[in-house]
Structure formats: structure tokens, C-alpha cells
């Protein structure tokens, strides 16, 4: 059985876990990190770059760069780039295939299964885009996990005592918190609650509109007009926000940033910690409110919280582990690192989905992970009422149904509207999907029984079926989710993938025999000058010969356009010179 790996796919970075020996390690990717910056970009020649090479490039290639897709799974935001649309979906998919790709090199071996985390707050169309995104990339999804859930695994792994923990997780771009119950055997998700639009970024962004506004008062010059330039501006602030968290003060420096009448300017800043602290007070501030609904929801008071762990790169934050106090009364936990905990946990997850025996808590019972639904979950009646089937929080798995009936007399269909949200009114509420149901025997209004079934897996998807109990017929529904992508797209992305993971190889392949090729000819050309006079004169011209042939293909040779046959036609080329050349090589002629 292959490893399962554990996987934090986050708006800024993302990072991978596996259990190997018995305990979950971090496993870094090409560069040895051990994040990836969750960004796609796609080179002037079309080549696409994932991860660091993509972040390092987005200052010069700003419009054909994607960072913080996650900001966009579940809606039907898309990018056309040469021609091609992109969904969030497959962006998505194609950080997850550098990802499966960097484990598998990492491990040695193929990774097919995978456990993925989202946001707590994430709703089902978002996890079912996720999950689509890892089919896409070739993964088969154990689970969606809840990042909170993940973080809570990591640690229950260490402290395994019953009590109750308030996960605050400030990534760079979601805010989640959620109270979870660790107890012997189970870990449950009591209630979450969260901003999808607060993370690291907005305080990225608060310094780096300062720095604007700054630059503007002293040098006379608007830097928010050229996109490159803000993309370094944004970079420096992040930096300086990094710096800030354990110095008092950052020094910004940005020389050359722009020119103005020939002249060179220069970006010369220092920011204090409590400059930076006034800048970002009302973001500090929006965690209060998700934190005092969260408690509220598991209905408990903040000193009945055993531990309070800190998650995401954001909460490394003086000003925020600050806030976290002053809202719990409790010294947040250190012993967890914020950045991998989540990945380690859904690396755990994995293992035990496995039914290996690591994953087992306290008294050796099998670990239960138990976790809520975000939002209630309603359908639309009579008068635009929005009628609750499951109650937000509700322990996943959940199945629930009703009996409805029809509202005017022989009504012979009706749809059922799906609605997400805590609202009465049906219209205030979000439509995840519809149905009709047809072919009801003509009654008066009232008299048909229909009975609508909620289900929702332990990943947090929703289906839903309807049955008429007259007829005892189960009928066939169609939900359509305008956001989700059709079975038919998903298709035609794996299939895309598949093809631009043939393409990456037969690049990789062509790399490296062009490599080859070159080191070859340079061997060649120091023997020729080595051996002189001495060389065989038919020899020497044969060698040449070959040279010659090997370098014209060498140098016409395009990687992003590269086709099997060019590959093949270099290797034998190579080949032929190592022939000819052999015995110079080899010291003799
Ligand atoms: P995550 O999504 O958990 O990887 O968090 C990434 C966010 O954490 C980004 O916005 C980073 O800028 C931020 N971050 C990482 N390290 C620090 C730090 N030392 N101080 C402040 N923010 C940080």
C-alpha cells in the first residue's frame, strides 16, 4: 500500500506531510523547502512554473502569474491566459501535481492518495472544488479535512488529555477559528466560525499602501500606477511584516524601485513595530468577533478552554498572539509549529485512514474524527421561507429528511431550491443547488408526501435525493450547482493534465540530454587539443564531423517547443559522436 500524504493547500503557501516510521515528517520540495508558495505562473514561452520559480518571477510576469487561487475555489472566477480558460479548479490542481510530484521524488515512489485540508468556514461547493482539484492533478482525495482539525490532530498526537481547544488560525488569506473537543478516541469539531477574507495579505497590504502614501508625500511619485513596481513594493512589505514580528523596528529598502526624468529613485523606509501595529489595529481587531461567536456556538465561556493553539504564519504576530490573550485569558500553546501542524495532522489523518495503529489516542482506541457542517442547510417552501433540514454545527456525517408536500392543487412537479445559510428568508440565504422533482400524481394541494433526504458524507458533501411516498418511487434529481464544474470539464482537465504532465517529461528528459550533449562536446573539444598532432588525421575529421552535427542541434534546439523525435535525433547524434570519439576520450586515438 502506498503512503498517504497530508496536504495544506493554503492561499499563500502549502505545504506536505507523510507518517513515515511511525511519526509524520515535513517533506520538502525541489528546493528543500518545506513550503511551496501556493502560485502558478506561465512563462513568456508558455512554459508553467509552480511554486518559488512562479513567485520569484511575478514582479516581471504580473498578468500571467495566479497567486491566492483558494481566494476563488467554489466561484466561477476564471483566467484566460494564451487562449486557455483556467478555473480555480485546475490552478489548484496543477500546486497539487508539483506537490504529489515533489513527494513522490522526496519518497521515491508513486503518491496517488492524499488527504487535503481547507478552511473550517469553507462551504460544499468549495470543498467539492477542492476535491475536484485533486482528481484533476491525479490524486485520489481520502478526505477534506477542516484545517483546525488537522492542527488539532497534530497536537492531540503529542497531549493526548480531555479537554477543550480553541484552534485560531491566521493563515494569509482565511481566518478560521473553531473549538474542538479532544477526548479519548475522539476528536470532535464542537463549532467554527471565520472570515474567508482576512489573512496575511490585507497586513501585506496595509504597509505596502503606507509605503505608497509615504513615497508619495517624500519623492512626489505615484508607485500604485505600475503593477511590477507594486508587486516589489507588496514583497518588501511582506518582508518587513516577517522582520517585525521579532524586531522592533524594519528597515524598508527598495533601490532603483522607478525613474523619473532619467533619474533614478530610491525606497528608503524605516517602520516601527507600533506604527505597523497602529496600521493593521481594526484587522487585528476582526478575529474578536468570529472567536466570541465560536464560543458561543459550542456554548462555552473562554475559561472553560483547556488550550488555545496558534495556526498560520500570521499568528507569529506580537500584536495578534496579544489579541489571542486579551480574547481567551489564555497563554496561546507554543508547542506546535504553526506552518506544518495542519499538514502533519492531515498526514495522521492519512495514516489512520490506513488503519495503521500509530493513530490511535490514549487508551488505544481507534482515533474518531468527528467534524461539523459550517452552515445550516434549508430548502426553499411556501412564501420564500427558508425550511432548515440540518442545523450548522451538526456532527458530519449527518443524514437528515423531511416530508413536504405540494402548495397548489394537482400540481404535477416541484423544485426544490437548495439554500446554505442561517437566514429565514430563503432569498437571504445561498443557493447551492436545485432540483425538480417531476411526475407527482395529480392531488389536491397537500395531499402528495415527498420526502427530501440531506446527506452529508464525512467531507462534508451534500447530496440530496427526493422521494414521492404515493408512488414509493425514488426520483431521479439533478442539483445544479452553477459554480461547481460538470463531470464533463473535470474530465477534460484530468485530461488536460495528463497531457502537461507528458509535456513536463518529455521537457525534463530533453534537459537533460541536452545537458548531456553539451558536456559531452566540451570533453570532446579539450581531448582534441590535448592530443594534438598525434590524432588520427580520418579520425579527427570523423570526430569533427560529429561535433559539428551535434552542436547544429544542439543550438536550434527550442525546450518549450520541443518535440519526441528532436529528443530521439539528439541521442543518436550523441551517441554517434561517443562512438567516434571514444577511444580519444578514453586517452588513446
Ligand atoms: P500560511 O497560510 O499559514 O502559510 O501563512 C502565511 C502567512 O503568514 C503569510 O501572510 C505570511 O506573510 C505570514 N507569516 C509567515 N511568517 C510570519 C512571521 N514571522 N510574522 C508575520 N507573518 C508571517
Redesign the pocket.
Known amino acids: 500500500m502506498g503512503k498517504v500524504i497530508g496536504i ?1 493547500l ?6 506536505v506531510s507523510v507518517v513515515e516510521n511511525g511519526a509524520p515528517i515535513m517533506v520538502p520540495n525541489g528546493t528543500g523547502k518545506m ?1 511551496t508558495p501556493s502560485v502558478v505562473a506561465f512563462s513568456k514561452n508558455g512554459e508553467r512554473l509552480v511554486g518559488e520559480t512562479a513567485r520569484r518571477q511575478a514582479v516581471t510576469n504580473t498578468d500571467r502569474t495566479i497567486s491566492s487561487v483558494k481566494r476563488q475555489m467554489g466561484t466561477d472566477w476564471s483566467v484566460r491566459i494564451d487562449g486557455t480558460e483556467y478555473k480555480p479548479q485546475t490552478v489548484s490542481a496543477m500546486i497539487l501535481m508539483q506537490l504529489k510530484k515533489d513527494a513522490e521524488n522526496y519518497l521515491g515512489e508513486p503518491v496517488t492518495d492524499a488527504v487535503i485540508t481547507v478552511p473550517a468556514y469553507f462551504n460544499d461547493i468549495q470543498r467539492q472544488a477542492t476535491k475536484d482539484a485533486g482528481r484533476i492533478a491525479g490524486l485520489n482525495v481520502l478526505r477534506i479535512v477542516n484545517e483546525p482539525t488537522g492542527a488539532a490532530l497534530s497536537y492531540g498526537l503529542n497531549h493526548g488529555e480531555n479537554q477543550k481547544v480553541m484552534v485560531y ?6 481566518f478560521d477559528v473553531s473549538i474542538i473537543e479532544i477526548g479519548e478516541g475522539v476528536i470532535e469539531v464542537l463549532a467554527t466560525s471565520g472570515d474567508n477574507h482576512l ?3 490585507d ?2 497590504e496595509r504597509i505596502a499602501n503606507w509605503m505608497v502614501k509615504q513615497f508619495k508625500e517624500e519623492q512626489h511619485y505615484d508607485l500604485s500606477r505600475d503593477l511590477a513596481v507594486m508587486q516589489r513594493v507588496r514583497e518588501a512589505a ?1 518582508q518587513a ?6 524586531a522592533e523596528t524594519a528597515h524598508i529598502v527598495l533601490p532603483y524601485l522607478v525613474q523619473t526624468k532619467g533619474e533614478p529613485l530610491h525606497l528608503d523606509m524605516t517602520l516601527s513595530r507600533t506604527q505597523f501595529e497602529e496600521l493593521v489595529k481594526d484587522l487585528v481587531e476582526r478575529t474578536a468577533v468570529p472567536v466570541q461567536n465560536a464560543l458561543a456556538d459550542a456554548g462555552i465561556a473562554a475559561s472553560e478552554l483547556g488550550r488555545v493553539l496558534l ?7 506580537p500584536v ?1 498572539q496579544k489579541k489571542v490573550r486579551e480574547l481567551t485569558g489564555k497563554e496561546p500553546s507554543r508547542n506546535i509549529n ?2 506544518e501542524c ?1 499538514a502533519t495532522g492531515a498526514a495522521i489523518l492519512g495514516s489512520t485512514l490506513q488503519g495503521n495503529a500509530l493513530m490511535t489516542v490514549g487508551n488505544g482506541s481507534n482515533l474518531l474524527l468527528l467534524d461539523v457542517i459550517p452552515l445550516s442547510l434549508s430548502i426553499e417552501t411556501v412564501g420564500g421561507v427558508a425550511t432548515r433540514l440540518i442545523e450548522r454545527n451538526s456532527t458530519l456525517p449527518v443524514k437528515y429528511s423531511k416530508v413536504f408536500t405540494t402548495a397548489a392543487p394537482y400540481q404535477r412537479d416541484v423544485e426544490i431550491n437548495v439554500l446554505q445559510g442561517e437566514r429565514p428568508m430563503a432569498r437571504d440565504n445561498k443557493t447551492i443547488g436545485k432540483f425538480r422533482l417531476k411526475g407527482i400524481r395529480k392531488a389536491p394541494a397537500g395531499v402528495p408526501q415527498i420526502e427530501v433526504t440531506f446527506d452529508i458524507d464525512t467531507n462534508g458533501i451534500l447530496k440530496v435525493s427526493a422521494k414521492d411516498l404515493d408512488t414509493l418511487k425514488e426520483q431521479s434529481i439533478t442539483i445544479t450547482a452553477g459554480d461547481r464544474m460538470s463531470d464533463a470539464e473535470i474530465e477534460q482537465a484530468i485530461r488536460d493534465a495528463r497531457q502537461y504532465a507528458g509535456q513536463d517529461n518529455l521537457r525534463t528528459e530533453a534537459l537533460e540530454v541536452m545537458g548531456d550533449a553539451q558536456h559531452l562536446l566540451n570533453r570532446v573539444q579539450q581531448a582534441l587539443k590535448a592530443a594534438g598532432k598525434q590524432a588520427d588525421k580520418a579520425k579527427k575529421k570523423q570526430i569533427k564531423t560529429d561535433s559539428v552535427q551535434l552542436q547544429k542541434l544542439l543550438t536550434k534546439m527550442r525546450v518549450d517547443k520541443i518535440t519526441k523525435e528532436e529528443v530521439e535525433d539528439l541521442r543518436r547524434c550523441k551517441t554517434q559522436l561517443e562512438m567516434s570519439a571514444g577511444s580519444l576520450l578514453n586517452g588513446g586515438m
Open positions: 495544506d493554503g492561499t499563500t503557501n502549502s505545504c513550503t488560525d491566521l493563515g494569509g488569506g482565511t489573512g496575511g495579505d497586513f501585506d511582506e511584516k516577517k522582520e517585525l514580528s521579532s495556526v498560520g504564519g500570521s499568528t507569529r504576530m495578534v504553526p506552518d495542519v
